[in-house]
């Protein structure tokens, strides 16, 4: 049975590149790696048996391997992840842009759900669900403990139905709850529009099949009557998605040919070096890019970043800046420089494992360090709005190979003052980044606010808090308002 190796850029496991078979694949580390350690397979089986044989209750084979299988791989990095039927059927799903539920990418910490990433204009953003909320309820069950795949499993469901999630956020002291509807989650991925003094404004929220091509066709709508003077290409919050959808992004803003992003890993086949090349985006499709008109390589921009930005979004924004096609703006970001291969196992289940690190184009890597803009500027004029933790904080996530352990730094302010209560609209009248990218655009002076970004230790305060938080515990519950989303004065 021929089966299909995918690879991911991205907080959550998406992808496609190229097809191989397994078998073979299996077969070769096999015979280049050490021989099998017998004596460790032995005690495997012996505690498999003993677990059928002595258990309280009787538990089938195929929930013990799956859970054996889960518990090697999620013990590696906090990117490699066994893969049941359902979150491989969602993962290829997702990469297709259309799915079910409520538009958040999340992922675990502490035995607790933590959202990645609300994607936009989805039911979770517009209820105001942030990233880096801790999800400690869904309904009335408790996340304490639950598998990932089974906390996504409970926030699926028919479109139109309600659910109900309480949440921990930062510098709020008392859990939130949000009712949110469900529905047909279909994510745009390119948004764009001209904006005043000649400023085209081109927004990605993920990387996914069509993005390239979507970018491609929206520049040439924007300079369809006159070319733009400037632009500014928002990648903030955007948790990554498909390489080659990165390396088309880029390659629309770079020479042909230009090298986007290396990566390195144990096995032949995880180094490689991809260029701004048809063969490397537009695989299986027509180049996309042949028709971009002549403006588009040379008109000044801005790319806007943010701690949310992951990934394919690090990795266009590392291309551009180490070009100096694009001078990068925002905070530095999150961080996640390693690659992840989709291996199925089977026809519904398949294993997401961490083969290699990426590299910029000069060579840097950005695992655990993020990409630092060229011009720091804060969320909003008040400080920094979003405060989810970056990769250094997460639990066995992988060194930077270029940077010494004792220069770490992932956090590094601690929260001083209270957080912005207003939720503003990226690309929106009061998109504070924004203003500040088109002033530098246009050689006006830059506000950079002062930026209050989250520490290591306020995300362990967050996840403190919930494991105390208990059902008793009085709650805080949310207003949506034209103005964004605001605490009501409702509590029980």
Do not use: C
Request: glycine share 8%.
């Amino acid at each position: 049975m021929g089966t299909r190796k995918y690879r991911s850029f991205g907080l959550v496991s998406v992808g496609v590149v190229a097809g191989v078979l397994l078998s073979a694949g299996v077969t070769a580390v096999a015979q280049r790696g050490s021989p099998l350690p017998l004596d460790e397979l032995r005690a495997l089986t012996n505690v498999f048996g003993a677990i059928k044989n002595n258990y309280v209750e009787p538990v089938d084979d195929k929930t013990l391997i799956n859970n054996a299988i889960s518990g090697m791989v999620s013990g590696l990095d906090p990117h490699s992840a066994y893969l049941d039927a359902d979150a491989y059927r969602d993962m290829q799903t997702q990469t297709q842009g259309e799915f079910g539920g409520l538009g958040i990418e999340v992922g675990a910490e502490d035995g607790f759900v933590k959202v990645i990433s609300p994607i936009e204009d989805t039911p979770a953003a517009r209820a105001g669900v942030l990233a880096g909320d801790l999800i400690t309820k869904i309904d009335d069950t408790s996340t304490k403990g639950m598998a990932l795949n089974d906390a996504v499993k409970l926030m699926r469901g028919a479109p139109k139905s309600p659910i109900k999630l309480t949440i921990l956020r930062a510098n709020q002291p008392q859990p939130i709850v949000l009712t949110i509807v469900r529905d047909v989650i279909k994510v745009r991925s390119v948004r764009s529009k001209m904006l005043d003094d000649g400023v085209a404004y081109v927004r990605v929220a993920q990387f996914q099949e069509k993005t390239g091509s979507d970018l491609a066709r929206q520049l040439a709508e924007l300079g369809a009557k006159q070319p733009p003077k400037y632009l500014v290409l928002d990648l903030r919050n955007d948790p990554g998605g498909l390489l080659t959808s990165a390396i088309g992004v880029a390659g629309a803003f770079l020479p042909n040919d230009a090298l986007v992003v290396s990566t390195d890993g144990r096995t032949p086949d995880a180094r490689h070096k991809y260029l701004a090349t048809p063969s490397e985006y537009a695989r299986g499709e027509s180049n996309y890019l042949a028709g971009l008109p002549a403006w588009v390589k040379t008109v000044p921009m801005v790319v806007l970043v943010n701690v949310g930005s992951a990934s394919a979004s690090e990795i266009v924004a590392g291309a551009l800046q180490d070009h100096k096609r694009a001078k990068v703006m925002g905070n530095r970001t999150f961080g996640k420089g390693s690659v992840q291969v989709i291996l199925p196992l089977t026809e519904d289940t398949a294993i997401k494992l961490t083969t290699s690190r990426y590299f910029t184009p000069n060579n840097r890597s950005i695992q655990a360090t993020g990409i630092e803009p060229d011009y720091v500027v804060a969320d909003t004029a008040e400080g920094d709005l979003f405060r989810l933790p970056r990769e250094a904080d997460l639990q066995h996530h992988l060194d930077n190979p270029l940077t010494p352990k004792t220069e770490f730094k992932s956090n590094a302010a601690d929260i001083t003052g209270a957080m912005p209560a207003k939720i503003f609209e990226f690309g929106g009248k009061d998109d504070f980044q924004l203003k500040q990218a088109i002033n530098s655009l246009q050689g006006k002076p830059i506000q950079k606010a002062t930026p209050k970004t989250a520490s290591s230790q306020d995300a362990k305060d967050n996840t403190a808090a919930a494991a105390k938080a208990g059902a008793s515990a009085p709650t805080e519950r949310m207003t949506i308002t034209p103005d964004g989303v605001q605490p009501s004065q409702q509590k029980r």
